[in-house]
């Protein structure tokens, strides 16, 4: 199955996860999202984007191990990684989406974009350092 620590880190992620990216887009900018032409499914399918989250939380902690960190402190240094890895998703939900979908204005979903996956990440990443810390 897994270790501990993995399992631990994949429901750490996926909690927080859901409770940043809900309201951040289904509740305070919905329609900010509806009116850039970001969302365009009346009801999101939830069930994939659980899963998008737990293949992530799973890649994140299973690399997280092989990341060569001079950093002392495990929190920072897990924020360092998470938003490092975290650009391989910025770059998919935030450029690729916008060049997929009719969005517009590009630079205001993208700034929204940014903030999101900012603190996504660092809040993810403060979780991996904590729970992989020695």
Request: proline letters at 5%; hydrophobic letters at 55%.
């Amino acid at each position: 199955m897994g270790s501990p620590t993995l399992i631990s880190f994949v429901i750490a992620y996926f909690i927080i996860t859901m409770a940043w990216a809900y309201p951040w887009h289904i509740v305070f900018f919905h329609d900010l999202y509806v009116e850039w032409g970001a969302f365009q499914r009346a009801q999101p399918i939830m069930p994939l984007g659980i899963v998008a989250i737990l293949i992530q939380g799973v890649v994140i902690g299973y690399l997280y191990p092989f990341y060569k960190s001079n950093e002392n402190r495990p929190i920072i240094g897990g924020i360092k990684f998470n938003l490092i890895i975290g650009l391989m998703t910025y770059t998919a939900m935030g450029f690729a989406t916008a060049a997929k979908f009719q969005i517009e204005p590009i630079s205001q979903f993208l700034i929204y974009h940014t903030i999101f996956q900012l603190i996504q990440f660092t809040l993810t990443g403060i979780a991996l350092g904590f729970i992989y810390r020695k």
